[in-house]
């Protein structure tokens, strides 16, 4: 769990297994509610999550999704950023959820993914950067670099 600028809480029976990643930020705490099964190797960044949800493993739920109750996301399903699943939705094995109303796609289905996630504007959301940027990605990542840097002194919490 790493809280960078932002809280993260857990219900009750919230179990986390090994080798998961659960990451708040400053703009998007995370929330996991009661009776949640985050499975191994799964990664969720600054999402809520509410009650009775399977994240099996290697799910992805990024920034701003929001997770409805006794929803299921299978193994290495996507939740992509600001997407929205209502409740009881499930993101069958290696699909993706985007949007908001939800569409659940195919892997195969890439260029309606590629249009829905331009819509969502990972870079401007996460970053604060326009996708046009001639020099996005070293503008990118010298800015993440400087965020991170305010952990040069962090000390783990036992």
Known sequence: MTAEGGAITLGESVIVME???????AVNPVHIGDHVL???MAS????TVADEVFLATGTRIFNGARIGTRSEVRINAVVHLRTVLPPETVVPIGWIAVGDPVQVLSPESHEEISSAQRALDFPGYVFGLDRETPDLMVQLTERYGRGLS???HDRRLE
């Open 150 to 152: 305010r952990h040069a």
């Open 19 to 25: 080798n998961a990643l659960i990451r708040a930020t």
């Open 44 to 47: 969720i960044s600054g999402a």
């Open 38 to 40: 985050v499975g191994p």
